[in-house]
């Protein structure tokens, strides 16, 4: 299939600027250059970051050459699309090891092999550029009253606008510049709310250069009940492990609604188009297989098979295995795993120390926060209320109970909030 009308069928296009050229550039014999950027405003991305990368991964197996911009620069300024109110300011020094850490996990994703990607830092041109050169050549070809008609610019002028953030589409036009004069680069992605920043590069090459660039955006997702996607009642799901459990994001796909299965798997996996039409009309229960191949394809994506496959042991020896027998036919390796293996040592843990027991237990509620089953004390204690917390599979509902050495089974105990998440505590 045309790696275009692969998108399309995906899900995966909001806009493009030609589509008949688009689809011609990137069905051609050679491949293309184009890029996605990543501001550095913090040390992890997460699922919402996501849909810009497996795009990136899509094109790459197609034979294009990713060229993965970090703006070191552009972080320093702040993105004001889609925010209420402007970015906190970071230093030189955060935006950098944030840089470094973003380069990691976007290399679990594309091949980093030498000739197949690029990977760039805004900062490496705009650190070494005079102001009154840019103003000049750059700024001189912007209409300010096109720049206030931009989406990003018009929800942020009643809240209030600094001009550091008004001049970012400046800066991101520039990027696409510098890219296709440097590097060959013909096709900018981001999200939908990108539209206007990165069309704005596409006239500044225009401009500068006479080259004819495209532009393609994909819709910014939510969940079922209109929900930003990728958010959870303890906050956003990290790619980062230390932020985010493996059995959590694991969780986080698993529990996804019947209704979302089928576009997740077109979306966030790798699996053909024909076998997500067979699997995402399954009936309940027999589309929890689905979800759990999602889980299983979006997990070892983000954080290798061996991980995928403790943690889909681990959560099928507690919640059960929908498809024990294998009668789903599928092409993913979770088909493969051994399910007479599973572990309860692989269920992601939470450190309880013995002094923090003396003399008289620890709050139930605050473990349950420390354990980052629940993003607050008032959470825990309406989970507890609504009965939904248990330990070692008995309900507890008195929100002041204490924790003592002796609810422990040989150092361990499980702690379970609500239907699908849980933490096994160790006593150290």
């Known amino acids: 299939m045309d790696i275009y009308d692969d998108f399309k069928n995906r899900g995966l296009v909001y806009q493009s600027t030609d589509e008949v050229r688009l689809s011609m550039m990137l069905s051609g014999g050679g491949g293309v250059s184009f890029y996605a950027g990543f501001d550095p405003t913090g040390n992890s991305l997460h699922v919402g970051h ?46 950098a090891a944030n840089a470094a850490a973003l380069k990691s996990q976007l290399a679990k994703f594309i091949s980093v092999e ?16 005079g102001l009154l050169d840019f103003l000049r050549e750059t700024a001189s070809r912007f209409s300010v009253s096109r720049m206030l008609a931009a989406e990003s610019v018009k929800q942020r002028l009643d809240t209030g606008l600094s001009y550091l953030e008004f001049s970012y589409m400046l800066l991101q036009a520039y990027d696409y510049y510098h890219l296709n004069k440097h590097h060959g680069c013909v096709l900018q992605i981001g999200g939908q709310d990108q539209w206007g920043n990165i069309v704005a590069g596409v006239e500044l090459v225009r401009k500068l250069s006479g080259s004819e660039v495209a532009a393609l955006t994909f819709p910014l997702l939510t969940d079922s009940s209109g929900a930003k996607f990728g958010k959870t009642a303890a906050g956003a799901v990290w790619l980062d492990p230390s ?8 969780q ?39 979800k759990e191949i999602l889980a299983y394809e979006a997990t070892a994506l983000a954080h290798g098979h061996a991980e995928a496959t403790k943690v889909y042991l681990a959560a099928g020896s507690k919640f059960g295995f929908a498809d024990s027998k294998g009668e789903i036919e599928t092409s993913s390796a979770v088909a493969k795993v051994d399910i007479g293996k599973e572990s309860p040592e692989d269920l992601p843990g939470h450190d309880v120390c013995r002094e923090e027991l003396q003399p008289e237990g620890k709050w139930i509620v605050q473990i349950l926060s420390d354990s980052g089953l629940t993003s607050s004390n008032s959470e825990a204690r309406r989970l507890i209320l609504g009965g939904g917390v248990s330990l070692d599979g008995k309900r507890i509902s008195d929100v002041n109970r204490k924790i003592k050495t002796n609810d422990f089974n040989n150092g361990y105990a499980i702690l379970k909030a609500g239907k699908k998440h849980l933490r096994r505590l160790h006593l150290v």
């Open 50 to 95: 996501l849909l810009p990368v497996m795009a990136m991964r899509r094109l790459q197996c197609a034979g294009h050459c990713p060229i993965v911009l970090v703006g070191g620069a552009t972080a320093l300024v702040g993105d004001p699309s889609g925010k209420q109110d402007a970015r906190p300011i970071l230093s030189r020094e955060e935006v």
């Open 114 to 129: 030498s000739g197949k990607a690029v990977f760039v830092d805004n900062a490496e041109w705009f650190s070494s550029m």
């Open 243 to 250: 932020r985010t459990s493996v059995f959590d994001y694991y």
């Open 252 to 290: 986080f796909w698993r529990n996804c609604d019947d209704s979302e299965t089928g576009r997740l798997l077109r979306l966030f996996t790798d699996l053909p188009l024909d076998e997500i039409a067979s699997i995402e009309g399954l009936e309940p229960p027999r589309i929890n297989r689905a």
